[in-house]
């Protein structure tokens, strides 16, 4: 049976990428009738360290070879190609309607041998499939990247700024090592550690607090609506307000989650190894569905959740809620 190796999502189909020996193929799924509408044989070498994303037209999937291959959705064919050279493409992939951001590592001598301690921004256009800028190098041990109306980034004990065109804005020292990407709220820029500790600033005038919202955790916050936070953390289900920054501890859950948690609807769901927890937003009442496989991500669609697991895909029904 072919093995999954990665797997993107819009708000209709899911689009899984399976290897069996070595051929790569493209599977696009219809998630209300759960039926393959198309599959494609790509030849390509898939980075499986970064997550490809989607939009309208196309699934931009990163290869090991520094590049980044705009597939189109339905008939599989080769958009446009973004070469961003002798680099290795090091973070998920995130994008705008114009553009696609990474994190880049630079190669010491070849490019299957990697200096994990310098990175560089990339952007390349989805349309011409150029360049369109790369940032000044980053020297870290520890790096996340998230991108709203700029570029920011966690390294280390700082967090950075950068223009959509990798232009320097500002850097601020934080006074702990994030774990996670920044979690971004229309106001606010939100870092995490996985031991509760939370520094917030003000995206305006950088103001910033600091606030032990958590105990020992190995999932991120989730911003649920404009500046609230859900946090799950060891057993309890933590609710933050950045705006009054103030942190209460929710009802006692059973589970504890070990992924980045995602929201539909009323609910919001994580998973721990085989298991998919459900929390309702308000209530934080909690349920549990053993899948009783690996899953590697949750896939919400527009009105359905996919478990994707290591050799097959789940959806989760009411039935099973």
């Avoid at 219809?30 to 997550?51: E, G, H, M, R, V």
């Avoid at 070990?258 to 190894?273: H, L």
Wanted: proline share 4%; aromatic share 8%; net charge negative.
């Amino acid at each position: 049976m072919p093995a999954i190796i990665q797997s993107a999502n819009d708000s209709i189909l899911l689009y899984v990428l399976s290897k069996a020996d070595t051929i790569i193929g493209l599977s696009v799924i219809d998630s209300d009738s759960c039926k393959n509408i198309a599959s494609f044989w790509l030849q390509l070498n898939p980075n499986t360290y970064s997550s490809p994303c989607v939009d309208n037209d196309c699934l931009y999937l990163p290869t090991d070879d520094g590049q980044i291959i705009a597939i189109d959705k339905f008939s599989g064919s080769k958009h446009v190609t973004i070469d961003f050279g002798p680099i290795i493409i090091m973070s998920d992939l995130l994008q705008d309607e114009e553009n696609i951001y990474t994190l880049c590592g630079i190669p010491i001598s070849s490019k299957t041998k990697t200096d994990t301690s310098r990175y560089s921004i990339c952007v390349g256009n989805k349309e011409t499939g150029k360049q369109v800028a790369q940032s000044e190098l980053i020297k870290a041990d520890n790096i996340f990247i998230n991108v709203d109306t700029d570029i920011f980034i966690i390294h280390d004990k700082q967090l950075s700024c950068y223009s959509k065109l990798g232009e320097h804005k500002y850097t601020i020292d934080l006074n702990f090592r994030p774990s996670y990407k920044p979690i971004l709220t229309p106001q606010y820029v939100v870092c995490a550690s996985s031991n509760g500790a939370l520094e917030i600033f003000n995206k305006e005038d950088l103001s910033s607090y600091r606030l032990m919202a958590a105990t020992t955790n190995f999932a991120p916050p989730v911003n649920i609506k404009d500046n609230i936070l859900l946090w799950h953390a060891d057993r309890f289900c933590h609710k933050i307000d950045v705006e009054k920054r103030e942190a209460s501890m929710g009802a006692m859950v059973k589970n504890s989650v070990n992924s980045e948690p995602v929201c539909q609807g009323q609910y919001i769901y994580a998973a721990d190894k085989c298991n998919i927890i459900r929390n309702e937003m308000s209530t934080l009442e909690e349920s549990k569905l053993d899948i009783e496989e690996h899953i590697q991500r949750l896939a919400p669609t527009g009105k359905h959740l996919f478990a994707i697991c290591d050799s097959v895909i789940h959806k989760i029904g009411q039935e099973d809620e």
